[in-house]
């Protein structure tokens, strides 16, 4: 008897010729690399990396958190593909000093891995 599986399919796929970032447990694209915004490093010293736009990420409902630079409304990213949390996409600062990160999101670097042309 032979058991039939579903394989697994990624809801976008970023082109080949440029360098990606990829969820570290699935491989499904997240995020092109000439998109990077800027890297910068958490409270416990874990890199992340803002981009804008991503693919394959889902968001979870927006919560009030007190985070270094103030109070921000905040919703859990996760990949769409395995359902991994991934980190966090700004939907709202309440500091107009911090208006800037709304509709940014954060990706922790332990959820993602190169792909594509990286040396």
Partial sequence: MVKMTRSKTFQAYLPS?????????????????DELISKVRSLWGCPQYAKQPVVNVGCGPA?????????HAVADIYCENCKTTLGWKYEHAFESSQKYKEGKYIIELAHMIKDNGWD
């Avoid at 010729?17 to 690399?33: E, F, G, K, M, V």
């Avoid at 919560?63 to 109070?71: A, C, H, I, P, Q």
């Fill in 17 to 33: 010729c440029h360098r990606t970032y990829s969820c570290i447990h699935c491989r499904a694209h997240l995020a092109n690399h």
């Fill in 63 to 71: 919560e009030e958190r007190v985070l270094l630079t103030g109070l």
